[in-house]
């Protein structure tokens, strides 16, 4: 018999909280935690996919650091979720732990960017957009 006790850290029962008050289930909840580290969901795979091509861990980038390089981190994993992959903002808000209206900053930051012919910012979108399409 398989024992049912199981011990959750702090950071997964904060989790659970914030997914209770997202109208999702424990259920759900222990979906995630399943699938953390195997088979992610969108939103994940992309996040993660980011912060490897900018070599930052990706609970750097959740924290509530103004660090140049986690700011940035921030905004093209928000470009990239809502106008490539239209994942919902609150979703993109909830995987860095934002407020919904920063993940549209964030967003519109890249989009003026791009209007203005960044070249950085036009590289990266590029190298980026290749690495997700063969993920």
Known sequence: MKNKNKMYSEKDIKL???????GQSFQDFNMYLKNENKDE????RIFNTICSYYK??????KEKSRDKKLVYVRKIFSYFATVYFYIKQEDVAFVMRKERSVVVHY???IIDWLDI?????????NNLKQLLNNG
């Open 107 to 109: 967003r519109n930051c």
């Open 16 to 22: 659970a909280i914030e997914f209770g008050k997202r």
């Open 117 to 125: 012919q960044d070249q950085e910012t036009i590289k990266d979108v």
């Open 41 to 44: 969901s969108k939103p994940y």
């Open 56 to 61: 930052v861990h990706p609970e750097e980038v």
